[in-house]
């Protein structure tokens, strides 16, 4: 089956630092992963998504990561910002599996 | 601009009462998908539609049923809510399953008291 999990339950950034939000899956043969920021109180929303045929992808200040080798995912967020302030998922394949969420605190 | 809306944004049900929540798009998507997400906990599938063709989660409790009368609206019954399942439902959406993005609604939030 498939599972996947997040090595930290809440990661704390220095305002204007960058962000690393990492996750692990254990289905080789997943082909379509999803990062979604979810803030309180609002639904899922989609920041980035990365297909296996590819080991990286950018977007606006946020580039996603993936190993396929070592079945690791990671979502880097560029210079964060207050309204970073979320939990993050990431989603692996077709039938969204979501990790159990790390919460991304900013601190001033 | 709302493309998955859902109503109500919050709702109060008495244990052993049905309650329905309400999911509708405009993305004229085929999927759609409803999820329950209780407090500081990851969104848990429950079930979703491939256009009519309901889909089941093996561990969904029977409690939980869907209805999607057309593709614009789906809808979430809860036969007889008891207390552990006051949680935020989530409606998503997606084109087609596998390799797409979802949309998802802002979610209600189920009290049962």
């Known amino acids: 089956g498939e599972s996947v999990g997040l090595h930290l339950p809440t990661l704390s950034v220095q305002e204007g630092d960058n962000s690393i939000i990492n996750c692990a899956y254990s289905?080789?043969?997943?082909?379509?992963f999803i990062w979604y920021k979810q803030e309180s109180g609002k639904g899922p929303q989609f920041i980035i998504d990365?297909?296996?045929?590819?080991d990286k992808r950018q977007g606006q200040r946020v580039t996603v990561l993936l190993n396929k080798t070592v079945k690791h995912l990671s979502l880097q967020i560029a210079a964060t910002q207050p309204g970073d302030s979320a939990v993050y998922f990431c989603v692996v394949n077709d039938k969204i599996i979501f990790g159990k969420g790390t919460r991304l605190h900013i601190l001033p | 601009d709302a493309m998955v809306i859902q109503n109500p944004r919050y709702q109060v049900t008495q244990f052993g009462k049905p309650v329905t929540l309400s999911c509708s798009q405009t993305l004229n998507h085929n999927v759609m998908y409803w999820y329950q997400q209780k407090s500081s906990q990851a969104p848990k599938l429950l079930f979703h539609?491939?256009?009519?063709?309901?889909?089941n989660e093996a561990d969904t409790p029977d409690n939980f049923q869907s209805r999607r009368p057309n593709t614009s609206f789906c809808f979430l019954d809860i036969r007889s809510p008891g207390l552990g399942d006051a949680a935020m439902y989530l409606c998503a959406t997606s084109r087609e399953r596998g390799n797409n993005g979802y949309t998802f609604g802002s979610g209600t939030r189920l009290t049962v008291v």
């Open positions: 990365i297909r296996s045929n590819m």
């Open positions: 289905n080789s043969a997943s082909d379509y």
């Open positions: 539609y491939y256009d009519k063709d309901f889909n």
